[in-house]
């Protein structure tokens, strides 16, 4: 009987949802997948704390299908959800194209890059390299065996772009270092490859790495894991993965994803679009996580170090190069 | 005669096998607390009901005609390739050549050279694996499959660093020419009033999966190499004493497989994405040696099955986005339809053949 009524509750809630929706906003997921720890988990989080605090509601969809990227965007456009939320730069490009076709819908992409704008879009940018610039400095200040790694998803450039910063952090703190760096994969079964990635760490711990940043959304889980096993430390990526191996993760390189989730959710329909928005150390979008499962491994003298580069980054005095200026990356070759 | 009927091997046994997985897709939907005929009402509405659906149940449905045909041809030679993904994925690029680096002026013409494109490309790359299977005994299975990560890697290789527009950070090609945009069943069916098939991908390439159905039936059974290719099927040894070269059989019943499984990439490349991207087969490739098993490497059964899962790719696009249903769920429903058509496919036949032999004695007596 409980499970009629709660199938009813939810029939009748989906009938509601579908037919008179009165502007709940949307989450559309990328690939990897909603509870990848790491970039989806991170928008899911930022939803659910604005439903919370709202008391608001919103749906989700984790999309299995290139094709369906659109025919969610058309579907949840057309039930009357404003905003609509996705993460991942492969869905800018098609919602670049049905944008246009529903302009009192708003649409934010997390990630996305398009040449032009529509009125209706907001696209939010991280400027991960500066993020991963400061886990380099503590990567190699925390080293000691000066060598340090580096494991990423899949190749592309989002994920060199990642590499790169973390490289020039590194050389920084130490001109000596030595930064091996791997990929996972060419496919986007990379971004969930756990079982790879704890073996390309043990092949990195092998050639001396003690430290090692994994770039590489649900991968990195594997990661992660493998370093703790093997007693080295490692760095988490997106979400604040510290509290994964309390002690034995250096830090977590943080991409708001969650704040930017919840902010264009909380902004609602008065939502402004039509443009890029960057999020860099300055607006807190990236950074690195201090709490209480890593503070026993940062030392006074690393924290002065990463924070004065920090500044130093905001104020304009020192320059991240991003691998995307040139395709290439000064510090590090892939 | 110790054999059931045609009909019943062609119709009952996949019938059987389609009801066995719903009953049992229906208890695990029931075991996480949905209601499995509320599940099912939203699958046939979204997939069936209207024309957006059908647009990309269709949609869908030519991916797999393309990839079933592809293993389907290669069964008939009793080869067994895997690759049909790799093959569409390299059919892709050829694609994605042609119409960048060519202006056409009309996209009739530009299909044609596409499709051309996509054959020869796709050919190609599964001449290798043929002629190391033809010439060295390399085994045709491992080969292909192997050739499918090399393939995602060339593509990759290629969409990075050769292909990409500066800026962006997608790997995947530039937009096509608007003068190559296939025409959508919207573009060809809608009115003036009328609307059909909204925002669907479906477009003219379900035509020619349909004509490729049929050019696969005359090959398979009214040419010279169509009889050749069942032949090597059945007997190397026999078709060796008839002086039929088995490394040519091997080699051309591969190439065609391989160009059918890159036709696929007309669809979802020029017709829907209209631009190359890394993932543009999402396993359609794999879905391809269901669909001939289920259509026992017939055309007809096997445009039957690229339907049904065309089907149950589109109501499970549904499921997602309207139900709390995971969408771990929905593959193992997906999966559960391949296990009992494709690799349990005897546990359905076995009982059922002994039912009609059964009958047959008794009529006989």
Redesign the interface.
Known sequence: MT?MT??LG??AA?ALS?GAALADPALIYD?G?KFDKSFNEAAYNGAERWAQETGGSYRD????????R???L???AEAGFNPIVTTG??I??ILGQVAL?YPDTKFVNV???L?EVPDNVLLINFQEHQGSYLVGMLAAMASETDTVGFIGG?????IRHFGCGYAQGAKAANPDIEIIANMTG???TAWNDPVKGSELAKAQISQGADVIYAAAGGTGIGVLQTAADEDILSIGVDSNQNYLHPGQVLTSMLKRVDVAVHDAMAAGTDLETGKYMTLGLAEEGVGYALDEHNEALITDEMKAAVDEARQQIIDGELNVVSY?ENDSCPALNF | MDRMPAWADAVLVPLFSIVLAAILSAGVILAI???PV?AFRLMVDGALMRSSGWG?TL??TTNFIFTGLCVAVAFHARMFNIGGEGQAMIGGLGVALVCLFIPWPHWSIALVFATLAAGAFGAAWAWIPAYLQAKRGSHIVITTIMFNFIA??V???VL?NVL?PA??????TA?FPEAVHLPTFQDMFSTAETAMFR???ANVTFFIAILACVAVWLLIWRTRLGYEIRAFGHSETAVRYAGISPVRITVLAMLISGGLAGLMAIN?TMG??E?L????T?GAGFIGIAVALMGRSHPVGVFLAALLFGFL?QG??EL?????I??EL??VIQALVILFTGALDNMVRMPLERVFLAFRKEGAR
């Open positions: 499970f709660k199938t939810t029939v989906l579908a690939l997948g969809i984790e999309i299995q299908s290139e094709a369906q659109e025919q969610a058309r579907r949840f730069f492969a800018a490009d076709d990630d996305g890059f040449p899949m190749d592309i450039p989002l060419t496919t986007p995307y | 607390g949905e209601n509320e990309y949609y869908y995602a890697a593509l990759n290789y990075v990409r800026g962006a950070q997608d790997p995947a937009r925002g669907s991908p979802t829907e994405a631009r991207v890394m993932n543009a999402e790719y499970g696009a997602a986005l309207w139900t709390n995971p969408r929905i593959t």
